[in-house]
Every structure is written in C-alpha cells, then in structure tokens.
C-alpha cells in the first residue's frame, strides 16, 4: 500500500507561480511512475505531467514551457514547479503513482488562479 500527500495549492493571480508537493508513504521502494493530473469544475480529469524512473518526464501541451516536474532524492517525493499560471490552470491537483501494478491518488489540492 500507498499513501500520497499533496501541499502546496493555493490561490496566485495570474503570472504567478505555485510549486506543489507529494510526498509518498508506506510501501516507496516498488514505486515507478509518479505523475500530476487536474480536475476543473465539469471537465474530465486530465494528466499533466508524469516522471518515470528513467528520468522522462512528459507534459500536456497546455502546460508545455511553464510547469516541470522533478522527483526527490529519495525518489518518493514529486513536485510539481508551475509559472506563469493562467486563469485555465484552476483545477484540483492530484499526486498519482504507481508500484506494483496498482495505481494510486492523492486527496487532491486546490489551484486557483485569478485573472
């Protein structure tokens, strides 16, 4: 088992930058892939930015340029660095990783960004 801890969120007026935190608990050393996805009000929950053991990290378009995704030294931390933040970026954000074939959330963040 996995526990996710996201930090962070918060509310930033546009241009602004936010980083948020996800720290993991509890059975760490299996896991691979450690990624961001949001949610906004009536939209479908979307990935933004995954990191995989090997160092790749991929992007959304949306969101290309503007947010990084880096993993901690103990490789059971994610952060998600995010600048220049725009109005669409509002969303809940939620810590996603997987370890032995099983996925797992985070309880989500707040993002809010106003214009």
């Known amino acids: 088992q996995v526990q996710l801890v996201e930090s962070g969120g918060g509310l930033v007026q546009a241009g602004g930058s936010l980083t948020l935190s996800c720290t993991a608990s509890?059975?760490?050393?299996?896991?691979?892939?450690m990624a961001w996805y949001r949610q906004a009000p009536g939209k479908q929950r979307e990935l933004v930015a995954v990191?995989?053991?090997?160092?790749?990290?991929n992007y959304v378009d949306s969101v290309k340029g503007r947010f990084t995704i880096s993993r901690g030294g103990a490789k059971n931390t994610v952060y998600l660095q995010m600048n220049s933040l725009k109005p669409a970026d509002t969303a809940v954000y939620f810590c996603?990783?997987?370890?032995?074939?099983?996925?797992?959330w985070g309880q989500g963040t707040q993002v809010t960004v106003s214009s």
């Open positions: 996603y990783a997987v370890s032995l074939g099983r996925n797992y």
């Open positions: 509890g059975s760490t050393s299996s896991i691979n892939v």
């Open positions: 990191s995989t053991p090997d160092g790749a990290t």
